[in-house]
């Protein structure tokens, strides 16, 4: 898919992404001040948003195939020869953890309204969201009438690409500047629009995937993937890990869905 050219501009881009953004986002040393970033975020989130949607050309929807290959070639112009999307330069990085998602609060309609201490104190309870949001790799286009984005998620954060847009609503996180700028984390959040809606659905749809392929798994497989990861892993350090944390939620939930 990509020449030697190719791997190296954007290695070099994904090395600036983590350093500068990923890992002071993780550690936390981020949220409360202000970052300034270069053009090497927009590449960057270009580059990661190209390569996933071109893997996916072929199953875009006919109503969207002309727009997103127009989307395309654009990014491929860019990434090239860093000429900036004419048409199709709407990038968006959303940030997000649990704590983010349900702060202030997240309803889902009239009847289902969870606030960020609802979450603290019921975590188990909505396993499926941090999940999610911690670990899962996703890509898909949000479609919506008259409103369409390509979205590829990593760990923690969200990048979208705008591809129609009729509803200035719509909350896709923070718009990135080509030639760079500054991002105040300390004012950041994601509202409680129909984007943290569509996340939430995304993340128990996940879910569910999950337990469809686990329940394919016959008990000696996966009482030899539980010795393996015994052997693997110091428990006690496990234990005060996030992943860690996960796993043991994971259990809990589970525990709940059969009860």
Known sequence: MLGNRAEQMFSLREKWFAEHIFMPFCNNTILKTKANYDNNLYYFIVSVLWRRFYTLRDYIKVELREQCMLALEEWREYLLNGVTPPKFNQIYMMPITPELFFSPYFSFN??????????????????????????????????????????????????????????????????????????????????????????????????????????????????????????????????????????????????????
Not at 137 to 145: G, N
Not at 232 to 257: A, D, P, T
């Open 110 to 259: 009239k009847d289902f309204y969870v606030t960020i201490e609802d979450y603290k104190s019921n975590r188990t309870d909505f396993y499926p969201v941090t999940s999610y949001l911690f670990t899962d790799f996703d890509s898909e286009i949000y479609c919506a009438p008259n409103n369409y984005a390509f979205f590829c998620k990593i760990p923690r954060f969200f990048f979208w690409a705008v591809i129609e847009r009729n509803d200035t609503e719509l909350n896709f996180g923070i718009r990135v500047n080509p030639k760079g700028g500054t991002i105040d984390f300390k004012r950041y959040n994601i509202g409680n629009g129909e984007i943290k809606r569509f996340i939430f659905k995304r993340s128990y749809d996940a879910e569910q995937l999950y337990r469809e392929a686990a329940s394919k798994l016959s008990d000696k497989t996966i009482d030899k993937m539980l010795e393996h990861m015994k052997r693997k892993e110091n428990i006690e350090h496990l234990k005060n890990s996030e992943m860690g944390e996960l796993l043991f939620e994971r259990v809990e939930y589970q525990s709940q869905l059969t009860d």
